[in-house]
Every structure is written in structure tokens, then in C-alpha cells.
């Protein structure tokens, strides 16, 4: 069998405390401490349609913490196709996830993103369906709301901060030129008519 690569983009981002320092590696330590279960620290991002976000697998590895942020939602099924390049049109059906050997209930997962945690310094996979600001409003939830590890009056901003080399260059040679690498707007006018 053959190995495949598949490149993926690590965003770098700062946790920047609003009332000065701190150390989001410990600090979410110790909020996961005190919010060791699942059930403990489960946020609900959608009551109506039973939408959850949840700090998963975290794990200290290599000084850091690694971990995963998912979003499910209870009870929701999946959508199926059945390709047949010859049919005139392809059949949908819905899914359900299948219980587990003990009976358990399963949701699928709508979206994941991954992170590692170094002191304040933290790199994120995003997904198309999490991205770094969900999960910075997920960890001031935890830190703060659901665990109180953070005062009410502060709070972590993930910003992105370019190293010493990128300000110095942007510094030296003001930008010129910014390429887009997508068409910002489709030429191909839209099926309602609006532009």
C-alpha cells in the first residue's frame, strides 16, 4: 500500500490575556481539572437543535498539550448519496448513527479542529466547520464561565502575531501588491439574478 501526504495549514496564534499575563497551557489545565467529564464540560452552542461543542482528548505530550475541539449535535442524522454516473439523478437517503456493542447512543461529528498548547503560544487545524475564533470563544467559556480558572473581568484573545523577521520586512518595504489566490467575485451571474 502506498502513502499518501496530504498538506495541511497549522495557524500559529498568541493567547493574550486582557488583564495582563497568564498561561493558557496551565490555566487549561486546570480548568479541565476541575471539569474532568464530559458531562462537566460539554458547552451547548444550540439548544434547539441539541448542538454541543466539547474540549476532547486532551493530552500532555512533549511539554504541550494536544487536544481536539468538536461540534455534534444529538440525534441528527446524515445525509447519503448513491452515485451512478448513468442515472438521471441520484438517490439521497438519511442515516442514523448505529447504537455502539453496549447499546450506548452514538451522534456523528459535524466538524473537528485540532491544537497544541505550549505556554501562550498555540497552533490550530481548522476545519471548514470549526475555526481558531469558536475555539476562542469555547476556551473563555470553559476558563471562565463553566470552571472560573479566569476572573469575570478577563479574558484570552487567540491573535495571530507574525515573528520579528515578517514586521521587520513589512517595516523596511511597505506592501505594493496583495495577490488573492481565489477570485474575490464569480463572473457567472446568479441563478436568482441578484449580484
Same mark, same amino acid.
Given at each position: ?16 490575556? =486582557? ?8 490555566? +487549561?489545565?486546570? @480548568? &479541565?481539572?476541575?471539569? !474532568? ?17 466539547? =474540549? ?8 504541550? +498539550?494536544?487536544? @481536539? &475541539?468538536?461540534?455534534? !449535535? ?10 451512478d454516473d448513468a442515472a438521471d439523478e441520484l438517490k439521497v437517503e438519511q442515516m442514523a448513527p448505529p447504537p455502539d456493542r453496549s447499546g450506548a447512543r452514538r451522534d456523528f461529528v459535524e466538524s473537528l479542529l485540532f491544537f497544541g498548547i505550549k505556554g501562550n503560544h498555540v497552533v490550530v487545524l481548522q476545519s471548514a466547520g470549526l475555526r481558531a475564533r469558536q475555539f476562542e470563544t469555547h476556551l ?56
Open positions: 500500500m502506498r502513502s499518501e501526504s496530504v498538506q495541511k495549514r497549522l495557524n500559529y496564534k498568541r493567547a493574550n490575556y =486582557l488583564q495582563g499575563s497568564g498561561n493558557l497551557q496551565a490555566d +487549561l489545565k486546570a @480548568a &479541565l481539572n476541575k471539569a !474532568s467529564t464530559v458531562g462537566a464540560r460539554k458547552e451547548i452552542v444550540n439548544a434547539a437543535e441539541n448542538t454541543f461543542l466539547l =474540549l476532547n482528548s486532551v493530552r500532555s505530550r512533549w511539554t504541550m +498539550l494536544f487536544g @481536539a &475541539l468538536l461540534i455534534y !449535535s444529538r440525534g441528527r442524522n446524515h445525509s447519503l448519496v448513491t452515485e473563555n467559556w470553559l476558563l471562565q464561565t463553566k470552571t472560573s480558572v479566569l476572573a469575570d473581568e478577563d479574558r484570552i484573545e487567540l491573535a495571530d502575531h507574525p515573528t520579528k523577521a515578517a514586521i521587520q520586512q513589512v517595516l523596511k518595504s511597505p506592501v505594493k501588491k496583495v495577490s488573492v489566490g481565489v477570485p474575490l467575485q464569480s463572473r457567472a451571474p446568479s441563478p436568482c439574478g441578484f449580484r
